[in-house]
């Protein structure tokens, strides 16, 4: 699914797809069963300790659909591993997202603050033709998060096993909706990855 979304771009003449997770930090010791097209770069030092950007991961492998003459690139870059965000490391590491020049970015974070300098740089990576998909956040009926609220980032919320909007799920600047409750984990978080994957 993520290659129809990204067929459009010139880019993909090469047959590979760039994709950026930025995130908590996917395991280097945990293994994790990708594809043989698929490989994982790492962009940061710091120890992952939470499984939020393993979970993002599988959300991806789980809903796209494979093509054995695309190679699927990931970056991982190392955004928290708290449950909180800084305006300032999320510019950091959109920063390093922008100088990768990727086809599509996955945010399943966000912070609450609309910040001019994280404004204005998902709007130079969007200039790059780059993709951002980002999670609405757990707002329980308020507005998304950002950078999930700016207009030129699809913005996803969740869905319950009904198909019913979650009571967690934000719902104001709202592009997508997804499956985001799951027996063991829920949130938007793992509903913005089945967009990304699509």
Do not use: C
């Amino acid at each position: 699914m993520i290659l129809i979304v990204l067929s459009d771009f010139t880019k993909q003449e090469s047959k590979s797809i760039e994709l950026v997770i930025i995130d908590s930090g996917i395991s280097k010791e945990k293994e994790i069963l990708l594809p043989d097209n698929w490989s994982i770069k790492y962009h940061s030092s710091k120890e992952n300790k939470n499984n939020h950007a393993d979970l993002v991961l599988q959300q991806i492998l789980n809903n796209v659909v494979y093509e054995e003459d695309v190679n699927i690139i990931i970056h991982d870059i190392v955004v928290s591993n708290s449950n909180s965000i800084s305006t300032e490391d999320l510019y950091n590491a959109l920063s390093i997202a922008k100088e990768l020049d990727s086809d599509i970015i996955n945010l399943s974070l966000g912070v609450s603050i609309d910040d001019d300098s994280i404004k204005e740089i998902i709007e130079h990576i969007n200039k790059n033709n780059t993709v951002v998909v980002a999670a609405a956040g757990n707002k329980f009926g308020m507005s998304a998060q950002y950078p999930a609220r700016y207009k030129d980032v699809i913005s996803v919320g969740s869905l319950n096993q009904k198909g019913d909007v979650s009571n967690f799920s934000a719902m104001k600047y709202v592009d997508e909706y997804r499956l985001g409750e799951y027996e063991t984990y829920s949130g938007t978080s793992f509903s913005a990855p089945i967009v990304t994957a699509e």
